[in-house]
């Protein structure tokens, strides 16, 4: 199977199913002497791990990860790095019972046909258990960046609920199970989420990625657009089905007084008065904090019965048995920061190639 790596000089290639003996990625292209451990990458495993709430999937899995290669003493040599997390908890026969039949909303269906053979036990190389490797790629993409630039996001909505702007505070974040910045909002998405869990269904999400301290200059005005391979890195999320960079779909009712950042002269530089554009401007970073946003949709795997077929063609019905997320949006948060880091480190490492340095 190909188109399993993205990046051009900071290029990421993941491997392994989800109920294979183990995922993991080979970074390539990370530049040589930028200290890292093992440890610095758990940290970041351990805020997308499975089993850490009743709101998320019930999978114990560790994700405890192994560098292979690519280090020595503890700094990168410049040659790929291979990253390994075992699978330890893997239950193939909670999938037995859709062998035959397609899933509704999963790439089940699509799958099969365009390879003629799937790996049913949770989606094989389709589940979101890939992510994970996305994540430790992203440990190794905030060492390219530098402590200059930060990264975080949120879950600011789930289902119909939305959090209040006006509460927002990035130190709530790590407070609550659901990585919100609201945490009023979140200490409501409780009762909601349980509810939903209760009645065997699921809800959607959309998750905010912010990045701040992001110099001038990363980018290119055409086929290299910041943007493009952003909201291109968001929508390779699974279950991920809309992306929008700054005001976004916003921006449509806006008039364009009120859409145009104006800009003054400040002491530090230019001083934008707004930032409707995200931090991109013509494809190029502004400087301002870069803002995307995406669109979850619900968890597809629900004990709700859906109609369907069956690999004969006969019309059946389904119900998905296992432990799946009531809102796979929550864990959709370090997943969306992990791509973020990614591009912002393949940006900028281009922008040195062409342009030297920032």
């Not at 003996?21 to 390539?28: L, Q, R, S, T």
């Not at 758990?42 to 899995?61: V, Y």
């Not at 929508?235 to 991920?240: F, G, L, Q, R």
């Not at 690999?311 to 998905?320: M, P």
Request: charged share 25%; hydrophobic share 35%.
């Amino acid at each position: 199977m190909s188109d399993n790596s993205f990046g051009r000089l900071f290029r990421v290639t993941t491997w392994g199913e989800s109920h294979g003996p183990a995922i993991g990625c080979v970074v390539d292209g990370a530049p040589p002497r930028l200290p890292i451990t093992e440890a610095e990458i758990q940290h970041w495993l351990d805020r997308r791990r499975p089993g850490q709430s009743r709101f998320t999937t019930q999978r114990r899995e560790p994700d405890q990860v192994r560098i292979l290669s690519g280090t020595f003493e503890g700094l990168t040599t410049g040659t790929p790095i291979s990253l390994m997390i075992e699978n330890v908890d893997q239950r193939s026969k909670d999938y037995s019972e859709i062998a035959a039949k397609y899933r509704p909303g999963h790439a089940d269906y699509t799958y099969q046909q365009k390879y003629g053979i799937r790996d049913y036990r949770g989606g094989g190389r389709s589940s979101a258990r890939e992510t994970a490797s996305r994540v430790a790629a992203g440990a190794i993409a905030r060492k390219v960046l530098g402590e200059e630039v930060s990264i975080r996001g949120s879950l600011v909505q789930v289902g119909p609920h939305r959090i209040d702007r006006e509460r927002f505070d990035w130190d709530e974040v790590e407070c609550n199970p659901f990585w919100c910045a609201d945490a009023e909002e979140a200490a409501r998405w409780v009762d909601y989420l349980d509810g939903i869990r209760k009645e065997g269904s699921s809800v959607g999400a959309v998750v905010e990625v912010v990045a701040s301290g992001v110099p001038v200059g990363l980018g290119a005005p055409i086929y290299g657009k910041l943007d493009g391979d952003l909201a291109a890195a968001m929508m390779s999320i699974n279950a991920v089905k809309g992306v929008e960079i700054g005001a976004g779909f916003g921006a449509a009712a806006l008039r364009g007084e009120d859409n145009a950042d104006e800009m003054r002269h400040g002491n530090d530089g230019v001083r934008f008065l707004a930032n409707n554009a995200g931090g991109i401007l013509g494809g190029i970073s502004s400087g301002q904090d870069i803002v995307v946003r995406f669109a979850v949709k619900p968890t597809s795997s629900i004990l709700t019965p859906r109609k369907t077929i069956d690999r004969e063609g006969q019309d059946t019905e389904i119900l998905t048995k296992g432990r799946h997320d009531p809102c796979v949006g929550i864990r959709a948060v370090p997943v969306g920061e992990a791509m973020m880091a990614c591009v912002l480190a393949d940006h900028l490492l281009r922008h040195r190639a062409q342009c030297g340095g920032l």
